[in-house]
């Protein structure tokens, strides 16, 4: 059955996130468990500021699973990129990554997920053909270390208004094939896929031995449900090709982080096949 996850930004960021709630997880966690969230997926940047043990034992004490680890803030908020033209700005992201690596598998244990999006860098978009190759090199290298630690790496392609390689579910399909490792598969997140597949029912369809993860928001970035995407027809069709994984809010929280994180439940819960609909619970 599907699950439902919601983003949590860390206390060792420093910006805003695309997250309902960011700062302090205890009591995130406690007000997403009382809605009925069944995980969290934590967006981090420096595993050394965190008590790993200590969030463990948070998600134990509100029954919350963690759906996965996000990295977009090593390049949102450093830029650091695996791919890049500097060499030690290359060298700094594979390092930090491999950090991220050995926190998850040392504190959440094997199959935690994590992903690589925009930390993927940019590459070289004068040389695309050696660029993917150099990519592929780099995530074979990642995927490789965190075999034995039993991570797993989830690619998201990312529409190429930020990045300028890998921009479409068939292209993460293509890089997945070339990385030819068993721990690396896909995040797609349905924002990216509105902008860049000529379908999202069809692009799920095609990555459904490689889709892993699924990150949810409507068109406008906020809580799905609130513009114009079908997310009757983007569940359905998730729950078509048997995933059974989550599907975790990336969004802004608006118009509040609480009413975000409530009124993404909602509508979400509306359309998971097998699920009841959950009634209304204030946020306190």
Known sequence: MIKIASMVGGPDLELPALAVFSGDFRPAFSKLARLGYDGVELMIRRPDRLDGPLIRCWLEETKLELAGVCTGALWGEEKLGLVNPDLTVSQAAASRFREIIDFASACFGPGTPINIGRVRGAGDPAQPEASLEVFAEVFRELADYAFPRGIRLLLEPITINQVPFITTTQDGIAMAKRVGRS????????????????????????????????????????????????????????????????????????????????????????????RMPVPQVQVK
């Open 183 to 274: 721990n690396f598969g896909l995040m797609l997140d349905v924002y990216h896929m509105n902008i860049e597949d000529v379908s999202i029912a069809d692009s799920f369809r095609e990555a459904r031995e490689y889709c892993w993860h699924v990150h949810v928001c409507d068109n406008n970035r906020k809580w799905p449900g609130s513009a114009h995407l079908d997310f009757g027809s983007i569940l359905a069709v998730l729950d078509e090709i048997g995933y059974s994984g989550f599907v975790s809010t990336e969004i802004q929280p608006w118009p509040d982080p609480d009413t975000a994180a409530e009124c993404s439940l909602l509508s979400l819960r509306r359309f998971v096949p097998g």
